[in-house]
């Protein structure tokens, strides 16, 4: 079975400096898609940042980037120039390509922002 | 702009009680998604459906019932309250098989007492 895990329940980062969340994740398959969620205080999960497992080149979204290593079943995430509005819960998330469309999930890394 | 709503953000009920959690979303969604977040424990996948009346158990159904009677709307229900069951609960929502997202809402924090 697909395991996700998040072995930092918490990191802090000073603003505007550079902050990486870890994923590890545990599969026999080649093809999926991993995911970060950022979970706010007010609770809404929003979307930050998606990755083909096909694709080498590592996704980006503005101040958001990942490391993916495919070999290692490592996917971490980046956050340069850190905001306080990036404080939240990050989630790492695995899923399959085909035959289910199910999220397994990390158990979270709760990023405060210091100003 | 997609759009997920629950029913509620709190709600307290009694141990015994029979409780209704409902989510809505105006994305005409195949698929609607209900879990359970608790500290440490991440987000753990209650029930699934992927149609109209079709239904599949997640991780943790064990005290959880679901219904979906239309596209747009998938209830969660406890038919008899634990405090066990006292939770955060969120619903999701994604097109069937697709590779993009699911999409959340607000969340409803339940508390059995």
């Known amino acids: 079975a697909q395991t996700v895990t998040q072995s930092q329940p918490e990191m802090s980062v000073q603003e505007a400096e550079t902050v990486t969340l870890s994923c590890t994740y545990d599969?026999?398959?080649?093809?999926?898609?991993l995911f970060w969620y950022k979970q706010p205080p007010s609770r809404q999960m929003i979307l930050v940042i998606r990755?083909?497992?096909?694709?080498?080149q590592n996704a980006t979204e503005n101040r958001f980037s990942v490391n993916f290593q495919k070999a290692a079943k490592s996917f971490s995430l980046k956050i340069s120039d850190s905001q306080l509005g990036d404080a939240a819960m990050y989630f790492c998330a695995y899923r399959k390509d085909y035959g289910t469309d199910k999220l397994i999930f990390g158990t979270g890394t709760r990023l405060q922002v210091f100003p | 702009d997609v759009k997920v709503t629950q029913s509620s953000r709190y709600l307290v009920k009694r141990t015994g009680e029979k409780v209704f959690l409902e989510c809505v979303q105006d994305m005409d969604h195949e698929n609607m998604f209900w879990y359970r977040q608790d500290p440490g424990l991440g987000l753990r996948l209650i029930y699934f459906?992927?149609?109209?009346?079709?239904?599949e158990k997640g991780d943790i159904p064990e005290g959880y019932s679901v219904s979906r009677e239309k596209k747009e709307r998938f209830s969660l229900i406890l038919e008899s309250a634990s405090t066990n069951q006292t939770s955060m609960y969120l619903c999701?929502?994604?097109?069937?098989?697709?590779?993009?997202?699911?999409?959340f809402g607000p969340g409803t924090r339940l508390t059995v007492t």
């Open positions: 599969t026999s398959e080649s093809d999926y898609y």
């Open positions: 999701a929502s994604s097109r069937q098989f697709s590779p993009y997202e699911q999409y």
């Open positions: 990755q083909e497992a096909y694709k080498q």
């Open positions: 459906s992927y149609d109209v009346k079709m239904k």
